[in-house]
């Protein structure tokens, strides 16, 4: 009687077992078959963690790129308005339309860090057209050539990734060209600022 008892125990655990197999089966597979950006929000955007009895991690196996959910949905932290936008485009672009997309980025990321600096006014248009001491603090304003500027995709693009957040500026709230600047301009910059560093045609300084 003893071993009936355990050879039918023996019996209902393998059927359980078999059970459990094939439901972690369908599972599996149902992952598999999922599109993957249903896995990603699935997984909150969590990394994968590894199953407890199998000891493998759950990834996508269609072969379909997961794309990071919350680069996708990021938005501008500035929330600057129409002629605001417009503004820093155009000042970019004037000033350093000859430059790659991180010689864009810098002079943008020198205007709003204007913005955000209690010794300049709180509105990009306001710090572009700033006039102080009889003088414009952006040449293409004093010269013109802001005015004519056609703005590319590549300002765009420098610009759009400064408003989410990437600054490369190093704090930087001043520019210059060396090359192009008055001297007396530049013997105040070395004199009355801290340089920074230089990168394609211009060179970065802040307060000391």
């Known amino acids: 009687m003893y071993k009936k008892f355990v050879t039918q125990l023996f019996l209902c655990n393998m059927l359980f077992l078999a059970g459990w197999f094939c439901v972690k089966g369908i599972q599996v597979n149902r992952l598999a078959s999922m599109p993957a950006f249903q896995i990603s929000l699935a997984q909150n955007y969590e990394e ?6 199998f000891g493998i991690l759950k990834r996508a196996s269609s072969g379909q790129r997961v794309v990071d959910y919350e680069v996708l949905e990021r938005e501008d932290i500035y ?4 002629k605001d936008y417009e503004v820093l485009l155009k000042i970019v672009q004037a000033e350093a339309g ?31 057209f700033q006039h102080k001491n009889d003088k414009y603090q952006f040449s293409p304003v004093a010269n013109g050539s802001y005015y004519s500027v056609k703005v590319s995709e590549e300002t765009k693009e420098a610009v759009g990734r400064v408003l989410k957040g990437e600054d490369m500026t190093e704090g930087a709230l001043y520019f210059a060209a060396r090359k192009y600047a008055d001297d007396e301009n530049m013997k ?5 600022l801290k340089r920074l560093f230089e990168y394609g045609g211009h060179e970065f300084f802040t307060y000391g």
């Open 98 to 128: 000859n430059e790659d997309e991180k010689g864009k980025m810098l002079v943008a990321g020198v205007v709003m860090n204007r913005v955000n600096s209690s010794r300049f006014p709180n509105t990009v248009e306001e710090v572009v």
């Open 188 to 192: 105040w910059f070395d004199r009355s």
């Open 79 to 82: 929330n600057l308005s129409d």
């Open 48 to 53: 994968p963690k590894a199953d407890k009895f």
